[in-house]
């Protein structure tokens, strides 16, 4: 990360100054963290619950080798119920050219 880059939130902010980091959730993944337990969760930052879903799905498991589903769920804060997100994980062809030489 460079300091092109929110500390907090991990969002591209460029140069600028006037950066708002976007609301902070609470996110964990039921089948392998524990909902009841703090210290196994994730922080996520999005508008709204499935944007904070999105993003912690692509921060912790974009590098997942091949497609998978995650559930993760989302709370705005302690007190608030646990909003349930289906993720699914694509990976999408790449392709890039290379020079060689001439004929
Ligand atoms: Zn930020």
Not at 18 to 34: L, S
Not at 38 to 58: M, Q, R, W
């Amino acid at each position: 990360m460079s300091e092109f880059y929110c500390k907090n939130c991990g969002q591209y902010k460029g140069v600028s100054r006037d950066h708002e980091c976007p609301p902070c959730w609470q996110a964990v993944r039921p089948d392998y963290g524990d909902p009841e337990d703090e210290s196994t969760f994730y922080k996520a930052f999005g508008e709204e619950a499935e944007d904070a879903a999105l993003e912690v799905a692509e921060r912790k498991f974009s590098d997942w080798e091949y497609p998978r589903d995650v559930e993760i769920w989302v709370r705005q804060n302690p007190s608030a119920e646990w909003l349930k997100f289906e993720i699914t994980v694509e990976s999408v062809p790449s392709f890039s050219a290379s020079p060689v030489g001439v004929v």
